[in-house]
T-cell receptor, first 114, second 114 residues
Framework: EAQVTQNPRYLITVTGKKLTVTCSQN?????MSWYRQDPGLGLRQIYY???????DKGDVPEGYKVSRKEKRNFPLILESPSPNQTSLYFC?????????????FGQGTRLTVV | DQQVKQNSPSLSVQEGRISILNCDYT??????FLWYKKYPAEGPTFLIS?????DKNEDGRFTVFLNKSAKHLSLHIVPSQPGDSAVYFC?????????????FGKGTKLSVKP
């Protein structure tokens, strides 16, 4: 089954404690990205990657890091989480180009930073 | 500055009637538009898309209309069903249909009443 898998689904952590949210896709997609969803703000892109070892900032990259060492994996790293990073996070993947190659989203990770 | 705007945070319609969700954009470089549907506790799922070379695309009960001169698109659902109750996100991309760098609106919550 084609899917994007995020782990964990729920996470409560304390300010400053480094964490990683994993994302894996099995569709051989070149493009992967991370979004956060906040009430009244919709989905905002954090980082994206066009292929292995190619990453770039999205609209709200501050406080986040990513890496793309393998095509299937795109982890999101919070080196020193803060309460304003409490949010619902989604990983997405797609082929890079072409009509009909819609982005597939993971189930989401609800992060709470206290 | 918001490039993709969904000005109605919510919409309520009766089962069997038409639902019309609206979306406006400001960036004339956008050439591919998509609608995503999101249920609570799930990731967004692709619904329907339209290229800027078309003004209409239909898929079953769902039709998307694009008015490039007005920089406006709309999603029509006919007939609406209670299972259509969800948050609908409009998204846009530039650069030949690339799905990677999607810009999302804030979403419209549709409630279909039996």
């Amino acid at each position: 089954e084609a899917q994007v898998t995020q782990n964990p689904r729920y996470l409560i952590t304390v300010t400053g404690k480094k964490l990683t949210v994993t994302c894996s896709q099995n569709m051989n997609h070149e493009y992967m990205s991370w979004y956060r969803q906040d009430p009244g703000l919709g989905l905002r892109q954090i980082y994206y990657s066009m292929n292995v070892e190619v990453t770039d900032k999205g609209d709200v990259p501050e406080g986040y890091k990513v890496s793309r060492k393998e095509k299937r994996n795109f982890p999101l790293i919070l080196e020193s989480p803060s309460p304003n990073q409490t949010s619902l996070y989604f990983c997405a993947s797609s082929f890079y180009r072409g009509p009909g190659t819609e982005a597939f989203f993971g189930q989401g990770t609800r992060l709470t930073v206290v | 500055d918001q490039q993709v705007k969904q000005n109605s945070p919510s919409l309520s319609v009766q089962e069997g009637r038409i639902s019309i969700l609206n979306c406006d954009y400001t960036n004339s470089m956008f050439d591919y538009f998509l609608w995503y549907k999101k249920y609570p506790a799930e990731g967004p799922t692709f619904l329907i898309s339209i290229s800027s070379i078309k003004d209409k695309n239909e898929d079953g009960r769902f039709t998307v209309f694009l008015n490039k001169s007005a920089k406006h698109l709309s999603l029509h659902i006919v007939p609406s069903q209670p299972g259509d109750s969800a948050v609908y996100f409009c998204a846009a991309s530039a650069g030949g249909g690339s799905q990677g760098n999607l810009i999302f609106g804030k979403g419209t919550k549709l409630s279909v009443k039996p």
